[in-house]
């Protein structure tokens, strides 16, 4: 049983960075063609990709946030890490990881809410 | 703005059917396989239809999804008050190189 969980602040301060950790158990981080992905909700909104990183290291952005945003993988921990620069309360969304399996995303984390605020 | 373009809100009497639509273009909907997602209030998505018809292990087949051309379509019949939800489409983009979500649909069974 594949299960993927976020973990990282509730609260940043604007300008802060924002660092999410996404550990992944029933899943090998070097699987194939599979990888894993951070998509955000604000709230009341829609989901919005951010990233994504596959088994091979190749790595995604979204093209909008490209330059605030970073994502690697320890794959001896079995976690990928998206930072996110200069926050601001636009920010505030719940972010969730999920698995990407070349097509789709048939798992995903439960998901954390982070607020951006002073 | 999302790049997939689907309805807000659809509604429908339980029992009954209903479709939910997405618009998309060439370089994502044409040429890559589109997936559907449900959210029920205060949950994370879950996968309900993946490469444009096929339905994951549990998912009932009152779901369904097809594709023509640039746009996707989820149909859900039985309609049943848990399917209240909000249902989005996404898509790999091989323009923007970047996975694309709808804007999401708001179903209420009335």
């Known amino acids: 049983q594949v299960t993927l969980k976020e973990s990282g602040p509730v609260l940043v301060k604007p300008t802060e960075t924002l660092t999410l950790t996404c550990t992944v158990s029933g899943f090998s981080l070097n699987n194939g063609r599979m990888g894993v992905s951070w998509i955000r909700q604000p709230p009341g909104k829609a989901l919005e990709w951010l990233a994504h990183?596959?088994?091979?290291?190749?790595?995604s952005y979204s093209t909008s946030l490209k330059s605030r945003l970073t994502i690697s993988k320890d794959t001896s921990k079995s976690q990928v890490v998206l930072t996110m620069t200069n926050m601001d309360p636009v920010d505030t969304a719940t972010y969730y990881c999920?698995?990407?399996?070349?097509?789709?995303?048939?798992?995903w984390g439960q998901g954390t809410l982070v607020t951006v605020s002073s | 703005q999302s790049v997939l373009t689907q309805p807000p809100s659809v509604s429908a009497a339980p029992g009954q059917k209903v479709t939910i639509s997405c618009s998309g273009s060439?370089?994502?909907?044409?040429?890559?396989?589109v997936s559907w997602y449900q959210q029920l209030p205060g949950t994370a998505p879950k996968l309900l239809i993946y490469?444009?018809?096929k339905r994951p292990s549990g998912i009932p087949d009152r779901f369904s999804g097809s594709k023509s051309g640039t746009s996707a379509t989820l149909g859900i019949t039985g309609l049943q008050t848990g399917d209240e939800a909000d249902y989005y489409c996404g898509t790999w983009d091989s323009s923007l190189s970047a996975w694309v979500f709808g804007g999401g649909t708001k179903l209420t069974v009335l």
């Open positions: 490469e444009n018809n």
């Open positions: 990183i596959f088994s091979n290291d190749e790595k």
């Open positions: 999920g698995i990407h399996s070349g097509s789709y995303y048939g798992d």
């Open positions: 060439s370089s994502n909907i044409g040429s890559n396989y």
